[in-house]
C-alpha cells in the first residue's frame, strides 16, 4: 500500500509552479521522488496520481490528464474543481486582460477550426471597453502562451492548449453551449477535430486516428449512427 509522503509532495509543488507537465516532465519527477519509472511507468503514474488526487480534493484541487487536441499529446494538469470560472485567474491577470483572453477564448470557440489568426486576435483588442495597446496585447498573448493557455503553430494561429480544455472546460461549456461540439468518440469537449460531410460529428484527430487504425481499409463514420464512407472535411 502506498503512502503519501514527500515524493508526492514534491509532485504537487511541481504541478503548482508548471501548472502542467508532459509525459516525460512526469517520468523525471516521479523518479526524483525515488520511483522505479522503468517497469510498469502507466500502472505506477495512476496510482501515484490517485493517491494525491485523494489529498487534494478536499481543498478542490485535482489532476487530471488531457490530451493536446492537435498532436494527441497527453499531460497532466491541475485543475481547481471549485472555481470553474475564469475570474479564478484574477490574481495572474488584470480584469482587462482576463476581458482580452474571454474574447480570445470566444472567437476561438465559435470559429469551426478551433483557432484564430494572430491578426485577428490583435484585433479583438478594439472590442474591449477600455482599450489597452496592440504591444500591450502582444505581451499578454506572449504570457498566455508562457503560461500555457494558448498555442501558436508554425502559421502563428491560435488554439486553446490543452490546459485550458482541462481547467476551463466548464466555463467554455457554461458560456458557449450553441457553439461547443463534442467528440462522438470519447464524448469530450473538441475545438480542434476532423468533421464528418455526412452526419457533422466531429471528432478529435487522435480519437479518429485510433478508430480508423482498427478499421482498416473501408473507412467509415464513427458514428454509430451514420457510418457514412469516409471523405471527411478536414478542419485543422
Ligand atoms: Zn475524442
Ligand atoms: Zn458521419
Not at 3 to 9: C, S
Not at 166 to 189: R, W
Amino acid at each position: 500500500m502506498e503512502v503519501f509522503g514527500d515524493g508526492h509532495r514534491l509532485f504537487i509543488q511541481s504541478m503548482m509552479s508548471r501548472g502542467m507537465m508532459n509525459i516525460s516532465e512526469v517520468k523525471e519527477v516521479i523518479s526524483e521522488c525515488g520511483l522505479d519509472v522503468e517497469t510498469e511507468f502507466k500502472d505506477k503514474v495512476v496510482k501515484f496520481v490517485r493517491l494525491i488526487n485523494q489529498h487534494i480534493g478536499p481543498i478542490n484541487l485535482e489532476i487530471r490528464k488531457g490530451l493536446e487536441e492537435e498532436n494527441g499529446q497527453p499531460y497532466y494538469i491541475l485543475a481547481n474543481t471549485a472555481e470553474t470560472s475564469i475570474s479564478r485567474l484574477s490574481s495572474t491577470y488584470s480584469p482587462n486582460e482576463l476581458e482580452l483572453f474571454k474574447k480570445l477564448i470566444e472567437s476561438i470557440v465559435e470559429n469551426e477550426d478551433g483557432k484564430i489568426g494572430s491578426l485577428a486576435a490583435m484585433n479583438l483588442t478594439d472590442k474591449l471597453e477600455k482599450k489597452i495597446g496592440k504591444e500591450e496585447a502582444e505581451n499578454f498573448f506572449n504570457r498566455l502562451e508562457d503560461d500555457r493557455w494558448i498555442r501558436k503553430n508554425t502559421n502563428g494561429k491560435i488554439s486553446l492548449s490543452v490546459r485550458s480544455i482541462v481547467e476551463l472546460d466548464q466555463y467554455i461549456k457554461d458560456v458557449y453551449p450553441d457553439y461547443v461540439k463534442f467528440c462522438s468518440l470519447c464524448t469530450k469537449l473538441c475545438l480542434q477535430g476532423r468533421g464528418c460531410e455526412n452526419c457533422g460529428a466531429k471528432f478529435h484527430i487522435r480519437c479518429s486516428n485510433v478508430f480508423f487504425n482498427k478499421q482498416g481499409s473501408n473507412k467509415t463514420c464513427p458514428e454509430p449512427n451514420c457510418r457514412a464512407p469516409w471523405g471527411q472535411v478536414v478542419i485543422h
